[in-house]
């Protein structure tokens, strides 16, 4: 990490500065001025004086040993993720960071896929994982068979968590996120300590469909995690892919409104 990064970590991991406050501070440092001065300026006038002192000694107090990051201006950092709404300015990473500059593909789903998405995941991925890097959320369900149809096709896939890269959630991915680290990439904008919460997902999502240059969904409720990231996507201009299933079925019930909405059938494996 260079300088700059390693003091926008120290912030990020004070837990007093958000994401977009770190995004401001990337913006100071294209300027021609003091980087240090002029971010404790803005974060004196941002927190006021009483937290702004506590920030010094926290980012102070900070042990950077053993953390992988970089930064919205790394040239590791991909072109399409630095062009969505609100992008993160640190990823914080455990394996292959280098997977990050390839073609990427999202597969989504349902946290209770059933029989359906399994057999439709096993039959996409051999199909694209000689083109693309596999992304997806590292999620039980439907996540977690793609992560692993990658990994049992030789593929390269990403894991977007919802929580610091070295922290396991859900505990029964704990194996696949070890498998993933040492074989592919995790990336997270959550700095070290971060456990999961709810509105993390959501958050989480926007990297997902921002990395991607075609995000499929192969099974959702019709109300749920899966729809965020396919909206996300198409709110990045990215190709939105929903595979069709039984009308009765409400794990398919997302994926046809989608169909309805516009997104792209996919109908046959061999179309990606």
């Known amino acids: ?7 926008l970590v120290k912030c990020r991991m004070s837990r007093l500065v958000s994401n977009r406050d770190l995004l401001k501070m990337i913006q100071i440092s294209f300027k021609k001025t003091d980087f240090y001065h002029e971010c404790c300026h803005y974060m004196k006038i941002r927190l006021g004086k009483e937290k702004y002192n506590q920030f010094l000694l926290l980012i102070r107090g900070v042990e950077l040993n053993g953390v992988n990051a970089l930064s919205f201006m790394d040239p590791s950092y991909p072109q399409q993720l630095r062009n969505i709404y609100d992008p993160p300015a640190l990823l914080f990473y455990k394996g292959n960071k280098n997977l990050l500059l390839n073609r990427c593909l999202a ?11 399994y057999n439709c995941i096993r039959g996409l991925v051999p199909q694209i994982v000689d083109r693309y890097t596999v992304v997806s959320g590292l ?9 692993k149809a990658c990994l049992d096709n030789h593929g390269q896939t990403i894991a977007v968590l919802g929580n610091s890269v070295e922290m396991c959630y859900p505990k029964a ?3 696949l996120q070890r498998q993933i680290a040492t074989a ?5 904008e959550y700095p070290p300590g971060d456990q999961a919460q709810k509105w993390h997902f959501p958050q989480r999502n926007r990297i997902i469909a921002g990395l991607s240059e075609k995000v499929i969904i192969t099974e959702a409720r019709q109300r749920s995690g899966s729809l965020i990231t396919a909206q996300m996507a198409l709110d990045s201009n990215r190709d939105v892919y929903a595979i069709p299933g039984p009308i009765m079925s409400t ?14 059938p996919l109908t046959n494996f061999t179309e990606i």
């Not at 597969?107 to 998405?117: C, K, L, P």
């Not at 039980?140 to 068979?145: C, E, P, R």
């Open 184 to 188: 592919g990439l995790l990336i997270s």
């Open 107 to 117: 597969i989504v789903g349902s946290r209770n896929a059933t029989e359906y998405s």
């Open 1 to 7: 990490m260079d300088k700059i990064t390693k003091f």
């Open 139 to 147: 999620a039980l369900g439907a996540d977690m068979m793609a992560h």
């Open 251 to 264: 794990y398919s019930t997302g994926c046809n409104e989608l169909i309805k909405e516009g997104a792209i």
């Open 173 to 175: 991915n704990q194996s």
